[in-house]
């Protein structure tokens, strides 16, 4: 799949693409120009992901990102704890696909919290060694700042993810 136009748009002028992002999320969490603005953007991130388009996922990430990595799924497959910048996230997400391939991601919940953007989603894959179909159903918590993610939790599971977040986002 190629580029949509807003990515090549965001590609081209990512500082304005980046004030876009902000404004966006200045709004309340009930506004809907901004659940157009996470769907889209979340969306985005995970099909550029998909098809291995690290710009495009990399223009949403700030350069002082930090990724937690939680839960012993990722501990067995011998992933560190915390990731920090362009750089750490390159690290995992080449970690990520030496595990797995024909990756393909289902987002199946988004909690927008004014503290920030919660999200349920299930990675369908193939195991690189093995060939055998994976489904892991994992919680992101992604929080904003200057138009981009500056840190992010990324839970092997759910059930992890919901419990740390709390009870009202099954």
């Known amino acids: 799949m190629e580029r949509h136009l807003d990515e090549r748009f965001a590609l081209r002028v990512p500082k304005l693409s980046r004030w876009l992002f902000k404004l966006a999320f200045l709004l309340t969490a009930d506004s809907p ?45 011998g992933f560190a704890e915390r990731y920090h910048g362009h750089e750490g996230w390159c ?30 989603v299930t990675a369908i894959a193939r195991g690189a060694s093995s060939g055998a179909e994976v489904r892991q159903t994992a919680g992101y918590v992604w929080h904003f700042d200057r138009g981009a993610v500056v840190s992010q939790d990324f839970y092997w599971d759910w059930s992890e993810c919901a419990a740390a977040v709390g009870p009202d986002n099954d």
């Open 91 to 120: 690290e995992f997400i080449g970690l990520w696909r030496s595990q797995w391939t024909e990756v393909r991601y289902a987002i199946e919940l988004l909690i927008d919290r004014s503290d920030g953007l919660i999200g349920r």
């Open 33 to 77: 120009v901004r659940r157009r603005v996470v769907k889209r953007l979340t969306t985005r991130g995970f099909e550029a992901l998909a098809r291995e388009d690290d710009a495009v996922v990399l223009l949403l990430i700030d350069a002082d990102y930090e990724l937690h990595v939680i839960g012993e799924g990722f501990r067995a497959l």
